[in-house]
């Protein structure tokens, strides 16, 4: 029997309007935010949700406790669904990080595996911890439907696992949108299949975010998109 696995990234915060690196700053969804996670409810309201995990910052949890709705149905915190820390980058947008560190950005922009910010993460470190999440909370929910709310890097990176890609291509896949469904199913023999790769087709273009990673790289001035 397979075990079904939706993943939603959060919806938009105010510091992703802004092009800030969010990271582990706990600040929650904001007013489109809130329409996009009732979107993603919309258009999960006939699928059978068997459990939902969260990453513990706000603006997934609160775009946990939207879908849920009126299902009678905990939400589980996990730290391992947590993103990337951008230590002292949080805060800042991509100019003032280069202002700040110069030269950091382009290593961030190019050589993504090599990145260390101060006082953060490594992406092969989220890397490492969105892979354990996943599969401990798919160890102990065979054959259910799991929902998960994440964010876009650990998201991502979960993916590129999925693909046997690596760290250095994560600009050049499909960016996952703010609210977007992220599908697999996994057989009892660990097989991901990928159904479905951030799928937004039900958030009307107004209340869609351009995406900071556009043709294989940020957009300069717009380097955060957490």
């Given at each position: 029997?397979?075990?079904?696995?939706?993943?939603?990234?959060?919806?938009?915060?105010e510091w992703n309007v802004r092009?800030?690196?969010?990271?582990?700053?706990?600040?929650?969804?904001?007013?489109?935010?809130?329409?996009?996670?009732?979107?993603?409810?919309?258009?999960?309201?006939?699928?059978?949700?068997?459990?939902?995990?969260?990453?513990?910052?706000?603006?997934?949890?609160?775009?946990?406790?939207?879908?849920?709705?009126?299902?009678?149905?905990?939400?589980?915190?996990?730290?391992?669904?947590?993103?990337?820390?951008?230590?002292?980058?949080?805060?800042?947008?991509?100019?003032?990080?280069?202002?700040?560190?110069?030269?950091?950005?382009?290593l961030w922009r190019d050589h993504?595996?090599?990145?260390?910010?101060?006082?953060?993460?490594?992406?092969?470190?989220?890397?490492?911890?969105?892979?354990?999440?996943?599969?401990?909370?798919?160890?102990?929910?065979?054959?259910?439907?799991?929902?998960?709310?994440?964010?876009?890097?650990?998201?991502?990176?979960?993916?590129?696992?999925?693909?046997?890609?690596?760290?250095?291509?994560?600009?050049?896949?499909?960016?996952?949108?703010?609210?977007?469904?992220?599908?697999?199913?996994?057989?009892?023999?660990?097989?991901?299949?990928?159904?479905?790769?951030?799928?937004?087709?039900?958030?009307?273009?107004?209340?869609?975010?351009?995406?900071?990673?556009?043709?294989?790289?940020?957009?300069?001035?717009?380097?955060?998109?957490?």
């Amino acid at each position: 029997m397979k075990t079904k696995v939706i993943m939603v990234r959060h919806g938009e915060t105010e510091w992703n309007v802004r092009c800030k690196f969010l990271g582990s700053v706990d600040i929650p969804l904001n007013e489109k935010g809130r329409r996009q996670a009732g979107y993603a409810k919309e258009a999960l309201k006939d699928e059978q949700i068997d459990v939902i995990y969260t990453s513990p910052m706000r603006r997934a949890l609160e775009t946990g406790e939207i879908i849920r709705g009126s299902r009678t149905l905990p939400i589980l915190p996990d730290e391992g669904l947590r993103e990337i820390c951008c230590g002292k980058w949080e805060g800042l947008d991509g100019r003032e990080v280069e202002a700040r560190y110069p030269g950091q950005m382009a290593l961030w922009r190019d050589h993504p595996e090599k990145i260390k910010i101060e006082g953060g993460d490594t992406f092969q470190e989220v890397s490492d911890r969105i892979i354990e999440a996943f599969w401990r909370i798919v160890g102990s929910n065979r054959g259910r439907t799991i929902l998960i709310t994440s964010h876009m890097i650990c998201l991502t990176l979960l993916l590129m696992h999925f693909e046997g890609r690596q760290i250095s291509e994560i600009w050049d896949v499909k960016p996952i949108g703010n609210a977007a469904l992220t599908i697999v199913e996994v057989s009892d023999d660990d097989k991901v299949e990928i159904i479905s790769w951030s799928d937004d087709s039900f958030v009307p273009e107004e209340d869609k975010k351009g995406s900071a990673l556009v043709a294989g790289r940020h957009r300069p001035g717009r380097e955060s998109d957490e």
